[in-house]
């Protein structure tokens, strides 16, 4: 099946870094890739859309300056926290789709971000 | 607006079946998934049926949908430990690649 992979699985860093996600999509061309948040013991919250070639959609509520998304390629999408600061500790996920209408997201493993 | 329900927790013993259930409150919904998460891992996608469709079968999973009732269930057959996780049931209204709209997500623990 279709499988997306996400690096760092887990990442421990100070206060004021910033921290730079990557997801791919390994066997298929991600026209669209999309980027959750997940609090623990909570559903994901989606932060943003990604379509490859365009600037990211954001929802409502997320900093679209403190969350870099960029898709520069049909496998590749990347989301860097800026400063991040312990209060954007949390499981970040992706998930990526063709644009095949029949074809559903595949979510990578997820990224656990732990900011001291 | 749209919105998913579940409920929040199931516990069973090995080898019962497990039944996970869904409420939708969108009937333009076009896409209906059942993802599993374990503890620290991504999301799986386990199955997923058209709204055209009342039930597909996948090995120990059955999936029914009831669009009159806007209904979705996951049946496993056979449970095993190695099936508690949370699963999540998801919607989306028009494409494979539009936005998913998420339940909160059912634990389920099996006992041995």
């Known amino acids: 099946g279709a499988v997306v992979s996400q690096h760092p699985s887990w990442v421990i860093c100070k206060s004021g870094t910033s921290v730079k996600i990557e997801c791919r999509s390994l066997d298929f061309q991600a026209t669209t890739m999309f980027w959750y948040r997940q609090f623990p013991k909570q559903s994901l919250m989606l932060m943003a859309t990604?379509?490859?070639?365009?600037?990211?959609?954001?929802e409502q509520g997320v900093e679209k300056d403190k969350f870099l998304i960029n898709h520069a390629s049909l496998t590749l999408s990347t989301l860097t926290v800026t400063s991040a600061h312990p209060e954007d500790s949390s499981f970040y996920i992706c998930?990526?789709?063709?644009?095949?209408?029949?074809?559903?997201?595949?979510f990578g493993d997820g990224t656990r971000l732990s900011i001291l | 607006g749209e919105d998913v329900e579940q409920s929040l927790f199931l516990s069973v013993r090995e080898g019962d079946s497990s039944v996970i259930n869904c409420t939708y409150t969108d009937s333009s919904s076009t896409y209906l998934y059942w993802y599993k998460q374990e503890p620290g891992a991504g999301l799986q996608l386990l199955t997923y049926?058209?709204?055209?469709?009342d039930m597909k079968q996948d090995q120990r999973l059955t999936v029914l949908l009831n669009k009159k009732d806007k209904h979705l269930s996951l049946r496993i057959a056979d449970t095993q430990t190695g099936d508690s996780a949370i699963y999540f049931c998801a919607e989306t209204l028009s494409s494979g690649y539009s936005t998913l709209t998420f339940g909160k997500g059912t634990m389920l623990l099996v006992s041995p």
């Open positions: 998930s990526a789709s063709s644009q095949v209408a029949t074809q559903p997201q595949h």
């Open positions: 049926i058209f709204s055209n469709m």
């Open positions: 990604s379509n490859e070639g365009s600037k990211a959609t954001y």
